[in-house]
Structure formats: C-alpha cells, structure tokens
Nanobody
Framework: VQLQASGGGLVQAGGSLRLSCAASGSTTDINAIGWYRQAPGKERELVAG???????KYGDSVKGRFSISRDNAKNTVYLQMNNLAPEDTAVYYC?????????????????WGQGTLVTVSS
C-alpha cells in the first residue's frame, strides 16, 4: 500500500486548505484512513479519520473547523481545513489500516504517507 499526501502549504490565520491522500496498492475494500499531525516537540495526534462506510472521528481541537471525506472510487481521502490557526501548523500525515475501526492510536495504522507541511501564519 502506498499513500500520497498533498495539499499542504502556507496560509494566513483564518484561511483554508484542502489536503488529499491518495491510496494505491492492496488497500482492500474495508479500511480506515486517518489524518495525523505532528508539530515540533509535540506528539503525533489524530486530526480526523474516516472508514469505508463514511464513519468519521475528529480530534477535539479541530471539531467544527475541519471536515474529512472520501471518494472510494478514487481511493482518495480529503481533509478540508477551515478557519486555520497558527496552532494548526504541523506536518500532516495520512495513514491507512485494514478494518473498519477509525482508531485514535497511531500504532493501529499499518501504512503511512510521507507527510505534507501546513504552515499557518498569524
């Protein structure tokens, strides 16, 4: 399985970005894809996740601002990030696990993308 994350960049506070995660290879029909982020000196945290049935989970800090969706035909998951704040600055990674549960724990994910940097200026 290969995951290609894209869409990061520099944005001003209050702005928006949309990240994409394209999966290829033996993804299977039942999987969950999560977006994680890691800022310097901080632990990796779940931002949002979604499974093949569209069940979602969000981190507390992004609820109401971020939205995750997926296009199963394209094996692609999107993370729409609105009202961005400087504390959202981090490297964002997408990860995939086989199975339908959207886990919060990063160790439950089998495959990881390379990460895309999001920088929010104040």
């Amino acid at each position: 399985v290969q995951l290609q994350a894209s869409g990061g960049g520099l944005v001003q506070a209050g702005g928006s970005l949309r990240l994409s995660c394209a999966a290829s290879g033996s993804t299977t029909d039942i999987n969950a894809i999560g977006w994680y982020r890691q800022a310097p000196g901080k632990e990796r945290e779940l931002v949002a996740g979604i499974n093949s049935d569209g069940v979602t989970k969000y981190g507390d800090s992004v609820k109401g601002r971020f939205s995750i969706s997926r296009d199963n035909a394209k094996n692609t998951v999107y993370l729409q990030m609105n009202n961005l704040a400087p504390e959202d600055t981090a490297v964002y990674y997408c990860a995939l696990r086989w199975g339908s549960t959207v886990h919060k724990t990063s160790q439950r994910y089998n495959f990881w993308g390379q990460g895309t940097l999001v920088t929010v200026s104040s």
